[in-house]
């Protein structure tokens, strides 16, 4: 079950025979003895474990910031991993002096992440922002209260930067120069090339092994069980990757990460807001690793981006030994953590028709912390309206039935209704008649049927503000 790996770690390249399914977190430490590395909490909550990951694309490398103890060292092969140990170099680098002038680290152990985090903000944009700079970090926990500290660190950091590098064509020797990295990265681009790495072909799905894509839940729920098991990677493959416009509808892989969605042209053109609601999905690192396929065959009744898809009337593309198939993603789920999914087939890509120009688009969450949490109730709005008329109506629920809910009856009431309040108190009052909540650590199941009514009025007085009033709903 061991595969042979040929990756860069820091400046030195690592040749080695490991279970591929092995987190990146355990090698490091017990294999590389790069302690700096710390194990936290395992669940990708705290941030200790972060590391980066350099991607070459073309000549140049794409670094991104993930939690190592839910990355699988397989994924590590042909890439640059960069942990703290690495970003030392005859010299404290600017964050690393920034952190020690303002007082950012206090016990330590959970300093080597905020730096490896915020060091990746510099190394991914040219253009630095305080607020982005801060914002980087937000997967970064410090539990002896420091965080103000850790914050005036990064201004501090952002400022010098931004006046030591304006103005560099090459950006990474503008940043070697300027303290931020050592000397060695300005070679990575070049010895990456020379691993000759090779993305393995597509595999039809016959066996029930582990098959990763992100691996954000994955590695929380069964990550020494994967490695009594074969493992295969999805998130290699390109082509499930890609998220493109094609006759008429939006095509986004299964491997397509939540950041992927965020950076997304495409997205951003017909949904501007939809990077603001996806900034209430995890942390950074658990972007730039979550995936929508994941998302979807995870089968919470809480998935933000299944409640999104489901109210774009998403299809879902499923690949298996016999062939292709679709269907609705609303139908897809059949009850708690039960797909219509064989055991041989996997999620090829979701589908949907972009959204006309008379459409209204709204995504709403509550949960116990605005950031970096689950949802205790969630819920989306696709609209399309002429003459104050509703022509087209799909809403989603999360958090009030055993699985990410279409709300049938309550689109279907809507349909042909002028907008007002009375119309949209109607349709709350549906929308019990369709919902089965339970009482857990989220909520109790009144609270969460209370939550839904106000995420329905929250759609309409966000999307139509001069014709419902929250007095006149409340």
Request: proline share 3%; net charge positive.
């Amino acid at each position: 079950m061991k595969t042979k790996l040929n990756f860069i770690c820091n400046n030195s390249q690592v040749e080695a025979s490991v279970h591929p399914g092995l987190s990146l977190l355990d090698f490091l430490r017990k294999e590389l003895r790069l302690t700096g590395t710390k194990e936290g909490c395992r669940e990708g909550d705290c941030g200790a474990c972060t590391v980066l990951i350099g991607v070459l694309n073309g000549t140049k490398v794409n670094y991104h910031s993930v939690n190592s103890c839910l990355f699988p060292v397989g994924e590590a092969n042909g890439k640059h991993i960069v942990t703290i140990e690495g970003l030392n170099g005859t010299d404290f680098s600017v964050v690393q002096k920034s952190f020690i002038h303002e007082g950012a680290s206090q016990c330590g152990f959970c300093t080597p992440g905020f730096v490896v985090s915020l060091t990746g903000y510099y190394l991914s944009n040219e253009r630095f922002e305080i607020n982005d700079a801060i914002e980087s970090m937000d997967g970064n926990v410090c539990r002896c209260t420091g965080h103000q500290s850790i914050i005036n660190a990064a201004k501090k950091s952002t400022q010098l930067l931004s006046t030591n590098i304006s103005n560099h064509t090459d950006h990474i020797n503008a940043l070697i120069k300027s303290g931020l990295l050592p000397e060695y990265f300005s070679g990575i681009p070049g010895r990456l090339k020379s691993l000759g790495r090779k993305f393995p072909a597509s595999e039809k799905i016959l066996s029930p092994q582990y098959y990763i894509a992100g691996g954000t839940d994955l590695y929380v729920q069964k990550w020494e069980d994967m490695l009594k098991h074969n493992v295969k990677f999805l998130s290699s493959n390109v082509i499930l990757k890609t998220i493109k416009e094609e006759n008429g509808n939006c095509i986004i892989g299964a491997t397509a990460t939540v950041t992927d969605l965020i950076e997304s042209k495409i997205l951003s053109k017909y949904f501007p807001k939809l990077k603001e609601h996806l900034k209430l999905f995890g942390s950074l690192p658990i972007r730039n690793r979550a995936t929508v396929g994941g998302n979807i065959v995870n089968a919470s009744p809480i998935a933000d981006i299944t409640n999104i898809l489901i109210a774009l009337n998403a299809t879902v593309h499923l690949t298996g030994s016999s062939g292709k198939r679709k269907l609705l993603l609303k139908d897809f789920f059949k009850g708690y953590k039960t797909l219509d999914l064989n055991k041989d087939e996997l999620v090829d890509y979701v589908s949907f028709k972009l959204p006309a120009k008379n459409s209204y688009f709204n995504f709403e969450k509550v949960s116990q912390r605005t950031y970096l949490d689950i949802a205790s109730v969630n819920s989306s709005i696709y609209l399309e309206v002429t003459d104050d008329k509703i022509i087209t109506t799909h809403i989603s629920a999360g958090g009030v039935a055993p699985i990410p809910l279409y709300l049938n009856k309550t689109s279907e009431f809507l349909k042909g209704k002028t907008i007002n309040a009375e119309i949209v108190k109607e349709a709350a009052v549906i929308s019990q008649t369709e919902i089965s909540p339970i009482t857990d650590a989220r909520g109790s199941k009144e609270y969460k049927s209370l939550l839904l009514r106000q995420l329905i009025f929250a759609h309409f007085i966000t999307l139509f503000p001069g014709k419902v009033k929250m007095k006149e709903i409340a």
